[in-house]
């Protein structure tokens, strides 16, 4: 099992441009979500989707959409990229067994200049 | 609006230092509380999960205990491995896929 997996692991962009994080999982988990992560700050949830074929907003969702593509799969697309979108971005899918903990993928380092 | 707080940010321990460090919450209809582990450059581990108040949960040097309105997670004779940022997250019953985080505490341990 290759868990949660992400691509690209690292990104540059310029002002203005677009692009497609990609997220896979093969658990077989129903739910998955995208966050983001500041330096020195924790987690904040920018959409998830509780199963395939819903999608919500989290706490920080402008300037994103998401898809999700099938139960695997979980895109998050920044349309116009802003210097506020450097970050790490997190892919994160849920076991909804007994402990219903979330298992989170390695990570995409995002740079916008 | 639910509300996430963890405390210290920082926290520097000397080996063998036991220590605690709080999560404080402001949900409406708590269903899970969770502890994560984040070592740097890489994405938060599960450590526990904690469904009601009085509940305690271990694992190795650490216990995760749950209040009505915090939870805390001790860490007993600590070493350097260790050393993470430990994040609390939460999960409401009206809204059981949506998990929110803390801003995490930093943990340094010293040998």
């Known amino acids: 099992n290759a868990g949660v997996t992400q691509t690209p692991k690292f990104q540059v962009l310029k002002t203005g441009q677009s692009m497609t994080l990609q997220c896979a999982q093969d658990?077989?988990?129903?739910?998955m979500y995208w966050y983001r992560q500041d330096p020195g700050m924790g987690l904040r949830l920018i959409y998830y989707s509780a199963s395939e074929g819903t999608t919500d907003k989290g706490e920080v969702p402008n300037g994103y959409n998401v898809s999700r593509l099938n139960k695997r799969e979980f895109s998050l697309r920044l349309e116009s990229a802003a210097p506020s979108q450097t970050s790490v971005y997190f892919c994160?899918?849920?076991?909804?067994?007994?402990?219903?903990?979330?298992?989170f993928g390695p990570g995409t380092r995002l740079t916008v200049l | 609006e639910d509300q996430v707080t963890q405390s210290p940010e920082a926290l520097r321990l000397q080996e063998g230092e036991s220590s605690s460090l709080n999560c404080s919450y402001t949900?409406?209809?708590?269903?899970?509380l969770f502890w994560y582990r984040q070592d740097p450059g890489k994405g938060p581990e599960f450590l526990f999960t904690?469904?009601?108040a009085g509940e305690e949960k271990e694992k190795e040097r650490l216990k995760a205990t749950l209040t009505k309105k915090e939870s805390f997670l001790h860490i007993t004779a600590p070493k350097p491995e260790d050393s993470a940022t430990y994040l609390c997250?939460?999960?409401?019953?009206?809204?059981?896929?949506?998990?929110?985080f803390g801003s995490g505490t930093r943990l340094s341990i010293r040998p």
């Open positions: 994160a899918s849920r076991n909804t067994s007994t402990y219903n903990e979330q298992f």
């Open positions: 904690l469904y009601s």
């Open positions: 949900v409406s209809g708590l269903r899970g």
């Open positions: 658990m077989n988990h129903n739910s």
């Open positions: 997250a939460v999960q409401r019953y009206s809204s059981a896929s949506k998990i929110i």
